[in-house]
């Protein structure tokens, strides 16, 4: 799998608000950890079933996140050339396996504080998730990691960084681009699962 990760932490960079709610739409902030029945009110998961399994383990009681927005989508030739070339040079593939793509974000707050406040203790837990997803046996998907600034209000005011997961499968057609996104975000999942993430006993958490 290709796989990196980059900071956009500066003044004039966004910042990922929680809770947040968006008036023209009508969509808002859905707290997963806290009411794991709402996955319901999260329209993308309804759509996606491989999104609506990340969400639910990415907010499980043994995770060390919880998600805060995501989205899905097609990528098509018509409206999606550079970024399917891009891919292309990337993944060094044959123009026909970037014919499609299906790609996918997700915000990932850290619960623990200490990795939640510390840009320098969350870069070196990147750096190492990055390092063992290039070992991932995904060849035709690309997994980029950003962290950005986040301001989190469950409990009190509380300022850290955050990571948006865009995932991305390519292919010669829709279907098997779909599926190969899908397979990558799973194993993305795995990663973010295992121990090295847990929330040690007893340590203070942001929710």
Known sequence: MLAEWTAECGPDDPVLVVPWSDPAS???FVNLRAEPY???EVPEADAYP???RALRALNAQGSAFLTAKCDAWTL????GAEKLEALRLDLDVSDEEVAFG????IDLVPRERTLFASAHVFSERLDRMIRRATRLPHPYAALEATMRPALVELRGVQEGYSVTLYITGVAGDPDTAAKRWEAALE???HLLREREWAVPVRSATID
């Not at 098509?76 to 409206?79: I, N, P």
């Not at 299906?102 to 974000?105: A, E």
Request: glycine share 10%; proline share 0%.
């Open 38 to 40: 709402d996955l319901a």
């Open 187 to 189: 194993d993305i999942v």
């Open 76 to 79: 098509y030739a018509e409206d």
């Open 26 to 28: 009508g969509a808002r």
């Open 102 to 105: 299906f790609g996918s974000y």
């Open 50 to 52: 491989a999104l609506r």
